[in-house]
């Protein structure tokens, strides 16, 4: 059984950076996409980023320039590193991975960005 566990939210002011950790209990490597999302309320849960297995990467136009995602295999791990934080990247921060046996969702984590 796969599972996706969601850390390092956190309240932090605008222009500062933050990284988020998804650990991955069970094979990353069977994950052949893996990717973070966020949700505020009344919306829609919308991409942020993904990762492929040849590490092709896409990000939402939104965070481009300031937001990389990559995966330390040997710590079975997806990170997203947030630079230059707006206000408006305050959301719950999913992480979602995909084998060819199901999709998977960590809990969300709350990220939010106030002075």
């Known amino acids: 059984q796969v599972q996706l566990a969601e850390s390092g939210g956190a309240l932090v002011q605008p222009g500062g950076s933050l990284r988020l950790s998804c650990a991955v209990s069970?094979?990353?490597?069977?994950?052949?996409?893996m990717g973070w999302y966020r949700q505020t309320p009344g919306k829609e849960r919308a991409l942020v980023a993904t990762?492929?297995?040849?590490?092709?990467?896409n990000y939402a136009d939104f965070v481009k320039g300031r937001f990389t995602i990559f995966r330390d295999y040997t710590k079975n791990t997806l990170y997203l590193q947030m630079n230059n934080l707006k206000p408006e990247d305050t959301a719950v921060y999913f992480c979602?991975?995909?084998?060819?046996?199901?999709?998977?969702w960590g809990q969300g984590i709350q990220v939010t960005v106030s002075s």
């Open positions: 979602k991975g995909e084998n060819r046996h199901a999709d998977y």
């Open positions: 069970g094979d990353i490597y069977s994950m052949y996409r």
């Open positions: 990762i492929a297995s040849y590490s092709d990467t």
